[in-house]
């Protein structure tokens, strides 16, 4: 692809997400429809995905970016129903998907279904979790989805060469396919192992915060490529190694930490944004070539492919959610009564995505003995029309699903005094430090810089007691509230006179950005706070 369209690819999309931001639609899904409104206009440039580029370039940090902002003490809890979904689901969707589509289809070969249900099998998470945060879903779904996202293209990605060895002629047995999705599971979680040892190393080791980050980037691309290399699943090495590496990251240096959180967002942001547009902009591609599927026929079959999705994963859903309660004593006394909303949201959040179009581009052209891929244009179409399918009836309806059932939402209270309660007990081990310190002769520090690191420790003990304080009736603000608003201020003062002392020449420019950099810093430790 040349520079420009590629250009214009990621400014639009940056600006449509931008612009999601003010309006009460998931930014994936109106992403999804400026797609497919621009792949129409006059001038537009062909984007046709590449496999190639997708599955190893853009799907490693999407998932990295997931795992590492993922729980490992929450997936932990949840494994059982996130590897029914992310295992189970995905391989009884293919097999379910594939036989149906086979006899709805006249003279299309179960192998070719086959490869149409491992295509379409898993559900893309950036779009159901993006939805269930905005609409503050309950927590567990929210890991359930997560953690089914994260693993369910490794399975697609496996079963799809199983499949698609048989479609072309190459032949695979039962005991084939499960070799290897054995070898490619197995493989995958021990490759993601082996190389979280000696990357966590230099993350706690290196001392350049540049250089960290560099690394950080580096990870997921090296992972998905070691793994690959030895034909195990890239997809569960990168997850591996992001969900290890997520829940050590407190042994990293605070500046990495700071660095690597603004660097991830805008990479996630972007990717995010282009993937999403990328779907919309498939159309004009999908359609070409579809021959004698053309017509009312394939909208016909477009429909029913996707009722049968649909349709599919509650088939799923509901026995995985209650059968294991009723086979096991230990998870009924484990694990409250479910009841029937939270299954129908999970079924309901099945949203298909990019990886989804990038397995089916991937599909070759011809067989091993030269022919045609068999209606290689239909799965194509089929593939496209689910995942636009999914995004839209079931994307637009899921806030509204969620308000009608009216799930309970996280308590804002109780996560702010849980909170509170952490930050005293931290205070008062800090208090105990610092006591401890000061009580050592070989430690001098004047009794001004002592009040202030006290000072600063109270602070941060009130601040969130504060948040749950009553406000100022003028302001509307806490005091927690007002005093960020001060702080700001000051600032912002502080900042003026520094660059009319840089204009009048009584200071140099490295010298601005020395006390701009400070200046930042304390805003941005400011302005964190307020987000949370």
Not at 279 to 284: D, E, H, S, T, V
Not at 417 to 446: I, Y
């Amino acid at each position: 692809m040349e520079a420009l369209p590629l250009l214009v690819l990621v400014a639009g999309s940056a600006a449509v997400a931008g612009a999601a931001r003010r309006t009460p639609v998931p930014a994936p899904l109106l992403l999804v429809a400026a797609g497919l409104l621009v792949s129409y206009l006059p001038g537009v440039p062909q984007y046709e995905l590449d496999p190639h580029i997708v599955l190893p370039l853009l799907l490693p940090p999407l998932l990295y970016t997931a795992g590492v902002e993922s729980s490992y003490l929450d997936l932990r809890a949840n494994w059982r129903p996130v590897l029914l979904l992310s295992v189970g689901y995905v391989l009884f969707a293919t097999l379910v998907v594939g036989w149906a589509v086979h006899l709805l289809v006249p003279g299309l070969p179960l192998t070719a279904a086959l490869v149409l249900g491992a295509v379409i099998a898993p559900p893309d998470a950036v779009a159901a979790t993006a939805i269930a945060r905005r609409v503050g879903l309950p927590s567990r779904i929210t890991t359930i989805l997560q953690g089914e996202s994260l693993v369910n293209d490794a399975t697609a990605i496996t079963a799809y060469k199983v499949a698609l060895a048989a479609a072309v002629g190459e032949g695979a047995s039962w005991g084939e396919g499960i070799g290897e999705f054995a070898l490619a599971a197995v493989g995958g979680v021990g490759v993601g192992l082996v190389l979280m040892v000696p990357m966590h190393w230099l993350r706690t080791h290196l001392r350049e915060a540049l250089l960290q980050n560099t690394l950080s980037l580096l990870i997921p691309f090296v992972a998905y490529a070691a793994a690959e290399e030895v034909h195990a699943s890239g997809v569960l090495a990168v997850v591996v190694v992001a969900v290890c590496l997520g829940h050590r990251s407190w042994q990293v240096d605070f500046a990495t930490r700071l660095q690597e959180a603004a660097v991830w967002r805008m990479v996630a942001f972007v990717l995010e944004s282009a993937v999403f547009a990328l779907i919309g902009l498939q159309l004009p591609v999908v359609l070409r070539d579809l021959g004698e599927y053309e017509g009312v026929r394939a909208l016909w079959y477009a429909v029913a492919v996707f009722l049968i999705v649909v349709a599919t994963r509650f088939v799923w859903v509901y026995p995985a959610t209650y059968l294991p309660r009723m086979l096991s004593r230990r998870i009924r006394e484990r694990e409250t009564d479910t009841g029937w909303t939270r299954p129908l949201i999970v079924g309901w959040a099945g949203m298909r995505g990019v990886v989804s179009l990038a397995i089916a581009f991937s599909i070759p052209l011809t067989v091993d003995n030269g022919d045609d891929f068999p209606a290689r244009n239909l799965v194509l179409f089929l593939t496209f029309t689910t995942v636009i399918g999914t995004l839209v009836v079931q994307g637009l309806s899921l806030p509204a699903l969620i308000g009608w059932l009216k799930l309970p939402r996280r308590d804002v209270r109780a996560d702010t005094l849980a909170e509170a309660q952490a930050q005293s007990e931290a205070s008062t081990a800090a208090q105990r430090r610092l006591d401890g310190l000061l009580a050592d002769e070989g430690n001098s520090l004047p009794p001004p810089l002592a009040d202030r690191l006290r000072a600063v420790l109270e602070r941060r003990r009130n601040s969130v007691w504060e948040r749950l304080g009553a406000v100022d009736a003028t302001t509307g603000e806490s005091a927690d509230d007002t005093y960020r608003r001060f702080a700001r201020e000051m600032i912002a003062a502080e900042r003026e006179v520094f660059v009319r002392l840089r204009d009048e020449r009584r200071i140099d420019d490295e010298m601005l950005r020395t006390l701009l950099r400070r200046l930042d810093l304390e805003e941005a430790a400011a302005y964190r706070e307020e987000e949370v």
